[in-house]
């Protein structure tokens, strides 16, 4: 039997060798993470606590497949059945304190011993302190049950205001069109995406989105949501009233550190710190996820990443580190969108205000590849309907060698 490692933490504890563990969050970091723990060997007790009542699933098909209407379901974190067979899941639960000196979570008044924690708590999407933000119709988009019932009011038709041109607003907004509704998108950068991708990436998905028939209304702001009980319009900061039956908030995710911060735990960056190991300030307690402020070995800097493969990689990893490896995490951070016909992954960490931008490819076309050079090397790279370069574009980022920009454009890559 594997345990979760006999060891001396850095209170001088031997810290026990079988468990129990716990999982905070039951989404894909917490999700993937029992799935390793188990696919490691640890047979000892795994508890599983998520505030959802479905079991745990990817959120990307979300504001993709389901949205538009040509999936049923998300896909579903392990095999079918693992989460009723494998652990001890407790849906539709929702852990209201960590106890760290007791070494207990409590739900309510009942307590659940851990050996080990990892808290996989995520985000929650922002929800905007505005007039007529709480009428009916003004909606976030997080959970399966938020995607089925956005799904069916776009099916309904009736305008569609989005407001954020991030990638939640972005790919709302697609769906919306695809089921033929009237769609204006809000949002007070001067092109979509502004603050990941930089101005000409940017205004590639400005092109993109106006050429599908989206209204876009940039550089502006909300001054609040008109409506009678239900939402009936957004009040634009120059007055201007956009018709709207639903409106999409796409205006970012704050993580759920509470829990963390009541138990004490050191929070930094918005998230909760961990070390190069995920592990947080408190010997037996891990983060991972959305939630995890991550002391980066490649980057020498936290960094908090709020993608899928991060979320699933980092839960695969941590249950390695809870059974013992103690290594670090190192992955480059990795995403993709899909929008109308234009799909990208995107790999690395860019800062596009400062770094240079090299295109190989089509801009106009939308079939190109982004590359953001810093110091000589490549800090990030996106293929933008390019499926041939995925892999070879990671082990450039990943390599951190010197290149040039003409290499970058005709070099083979
Ligand atoms: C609509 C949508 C589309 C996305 N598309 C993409 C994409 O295309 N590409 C990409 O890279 N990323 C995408 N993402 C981001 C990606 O899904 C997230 O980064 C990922 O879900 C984070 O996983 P997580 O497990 O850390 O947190 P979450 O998925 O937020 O899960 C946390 C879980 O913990 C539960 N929880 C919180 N507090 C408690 C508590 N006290 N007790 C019990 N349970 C609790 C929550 O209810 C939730 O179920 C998308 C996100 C959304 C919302």
Not at 361 to 387: K, S, T, Y
Request: with cysteine; proline share 5%.
């Amino acid at each position: 039997m594997v345990g979760t490692g006999d060891r001396v933490d850095n209170n001088g504890r031997m810290a026990d060798s079988t468990g129990p563990i716990v999982i905070v969050g039951a989404s894909l970091a917490g999700g993937a993470a029992a799935v390793a723990l188990r696919e490691g060997g640890f047979d000892g007790e795994i508890t599983l606590f998520g505030t959802e009542t479905h079991r745990p699933y990817e959120r990307p098909p979300l504001s993709k497949g389901l949205l538009l209407g040509d999936a049923e379901e998300p896909d579903w974190v392990g095999d079918e059945g693992f989460f009723d067979t494998a652990v001890t899941w407790k849906p539709g639960t929702t852990v209201t304190a960590i106890d760290p000196e007791r070494k207990v979570v409590r739900v309510g008044d009942d307590s659940y011993p851990y050996q080990k924690l990892i808290i996989a708590t995520g985000s929650t999407p922002r929800r905007l302190d505005l007039p007529g933000a709480e009428l009916d119709g003004v909606l976030t988009l997080r959970t399966l049950d938020d995607a089925l019932a956005l799904r069916e009011r776009f099916a309904a038709g009736g305008p569609v205001a989005v407001i954020g041109a991030g990638w939640i607003g972005c790919e709302a907004a697609a769906a919306a069109r695809k089921h033929d509704a009237a769609v204006t998108m809000i949002a007070p950068e001067d092109q979509p995406l502004v603050r990941v991708l930089g101005d000409q990436i940017g205004a590639v998905f400005g092109g993109l989105h106006r050429e599908h028939g989206v209204d876009l209304r940039l550089g502006a702001s909300v001054q609040g949501f008109e409506g009678d009980g239900t939402v009936s319009g957004v009040k634009l900061g120059d007055g201007t009233v956009v018709p709207a039956q639903t409106v999409v908030l796409g205006v970012g995710a704050a993580p759920n550190i509470a829990l963390a911060e009541a138990a004490g735990l050191e929070l930094t960056d918005g998230g909760i710190a961990v070390d190069p190991t995920l592990r947080t300030s408190e010997f037996d307690i891990y983060a991972v996820g959305d939630v995890a402020a991550h002391d980066h070995p490649r980057y020498r800097r936290r960094v908090r990443v709020e993608h899928w493969a991060n979320a699933k990689d980092q839960g695969a990893h941590v249950a390695r580190n809870v059974l013992g490896a103690e290594a670090p995490y190192q992955a480059s951070p990795y995403f993709f969108t899909d929008q109308y016909d234009l799909g990208c992954e995107y790999r690395g960490l860019a800062d596009p205000e400062h770094d240079q931008l090299v295109i190989r490819g089509d801009l106009a076309g939308r079939e190109f590849i982004a590359f953001w050079l810093r110091d000589g090397a490549v800090a990030a790279a996106m293929n933008v309907n390019d499926w041939d370069h995925g892999d070879a574009l990671g082990a450039l980022v990943d390599s951190g060698r010197q290149v040039t920009e003409d290499e970058l454009i005709n070099g083979t890559l």
